[in-house]
């Protein structure tokens, strides 16, 4: 019997079925369970994670724009408290930071020479080994002859009588019947004074500054040559820790995260080294006194993002002003400025491009906290830790938050399209389309 409420046979089973029209329901335990309902309920089961958010939050609701909104405001205290745990811990391990910089800069500075000795089929041992000892006999022929006439001239700076000379600038600010002129000149001149009564302690820390950073540079040095030589094994051992459906993901993490701090490192260096080295051939060329220290000090600042030009260029100004009359400030300006423009608009663009594209805002704060959790190596090191933090928002936070970015679709002109064939078509050349069962 077919019609409503018939029973169907019973069955060897524990539960028995009642048919009703077109829907069979199953009794257990003297209830009813719609089966349709039990198969819609383990197809959703099956169902991809984004499609049931699909089912739940559909797109365009106000529940879905609700939870987007959520989920932003907890990635981003996320994001805040993994940033303040890494300054912590950053903070925690400045004894280390020395050596860590002086080690990274051997491997990035060494790398891309080792590399290049491999393509030539040289064993990365001796490939390492020899670069680093070319660099090693090399940097001690060089640095005496810098570090001499860099000591001579900031032993003359601090020792300088020129900015209290007859005819100088404090001299006439002194000379001034303006009361404000005049109480100028006379804290100029006692400031200066009392400076140089302390040159010889000055030199003495100096000297104790130079010796630290000796044997920072040469275990550093060791350091950087060891993980140069044994990089590729260290990397795969750490692999071998990681799930081997999850290597590739993760592979694929690492070297976006070793170009970014790679490439803004090594960028980095190379523009203030060239800036260094433009003012400091520059202040020469017009005749500035200490020059190399001045350069120096100009192409170290550098380093600093955004604030690093006037840092480096008010100490030029201020020996300027105290050393040479005024007029001589304009070109030292002039020096200094041209400087930062190459650096600006010719090498910035070209060596830092794609590196960490961090907004403007966002790198003076990086930086300002860096600063204030480990000094320089936390200015050096707050950028690419920055463009790590943000390149792991755009690949894990934004894909969820938003869903994955559509492909661009790819323009082809007409001109490239081939022309039609010419005579008969050759049937086993034409790719069959048409749908099994038509």
């Not at 006999?137 to 032993?155: C, I, M, R, S, W």
């Not at 104790?208 to 051992?237: D, F, H, T």
């Not at 959790?373 to 933090?389: F, M």
């Amino acid at each position: 019997m077919g019609g409503y409420g018939s029973r169907s046979a019973p069955g060897p089973g524990p539960c028995p079925r009642v048919r009703f029209g077109d829907r069979v329901l199953s009794v257990r335990a003297s209830s009813l369970v719609d089966t349709s309902l039990v198969a819609d309920t383990r197809s959703q089961s099956r169902l991809s994670l984004g499609d049931q958010i699909e089912l739940v939050l559909p797109t365009g609701s106000r529940s879905r724009r609700f939870a987007q909104a959520g989920l932003v405001v907890w990635a981003a205290i996320g994001v805040a408290i993994l940033v303040g745990v890494l300054f912590i811990l950053l903070a925690k391990l400045t004894g280390l930071l020395p050596y860590l910089v002086v080690a990274g800069v051997v491997v990035l500075v060494l790398s891309p020479v080792v590399r290049g000795l491999e393509r030539l089929k040289v064993p990365r041992q001796i490939a390492a080994t020899a670069t680093f000892g070319a660099a090693a006999v090399a940097a001690p022929a060089v640095a005496p002859l810098v570090v001499k006439a860099f000591v001579e001239q900031l032993t003359s700076l601090l020792e300088s009588k020129a900015a209290l000379e007859k005819g100088g600038l404090v001299q006439n600010l002194i000379a001034s019947k303006n009361d404000l002129l005049h109480s100028v000149g006379t804290s100029v001149a006692n400031w200066v004074k009392q400076h140089q009564e302390k040159a010889p302690q000055y030199l003495t820390d100096f000297a104790v500054v130079l010796a630290r950073a000796s044997v920072v540079i040469l275990l550093g040095s060791v350091l950087g040559y060891l993980l140069l030589v044994w990089r590729p094994r260290i990397g795969q051992v750490a692999m071998l820790m990681v799930p081997p459906s999850k290597r590739l993901a993760l592979r694929e993490v690492l070297d976006e995260m070793g170009r970014i701090v790679a490439g803004y490192v090594r960028a980095r260096f190379i523009v203030s080294a060239v800036v260094g080295g433009l003012a400091t051939i520059g202040l020469w060329a017009i005749g500035m006194q200490f020059w190399l220290v001045l350069g120096f000090w100009v192409g170290l600042a550098n380093l600093i993002p955004t604030l690093g030009a006037y840092i480096g260029g008010a100490p030029v100004v201020l020996v300027a002003l105290l050393t040479k009359p005024p007029v001589f400030v304009l070109a030292a300006l002039a020096v200094t400025t041209m400087a930062h423009v190459v650096d600006g608009f010719i090498l910035s663009p070209l060596v830092l491009k794609e590196t960490t594209n961090l907004h403007p805002v966002v790198v003076l704060l990086v930086v300002i906290a860096g600063a204030e959790v480990a000094g320089l190596y936390g200015i050096l090191a707050a950028i690419p830790v920055a463009g790590i933090v943000q390149f792991l928002i755009r690949r894990w936070v934004r894909p969820i938050v938003y869903g994955p970015e559509a492909m661009a679709p790819i323009p082809v002109s007409a001109g490239a399209l081939p022309d039609d064939p010419e005579g008969p078509v050759d049937p086993h050349s034409v790719l069959d389309l048409t749908p099994e069962g038509d």
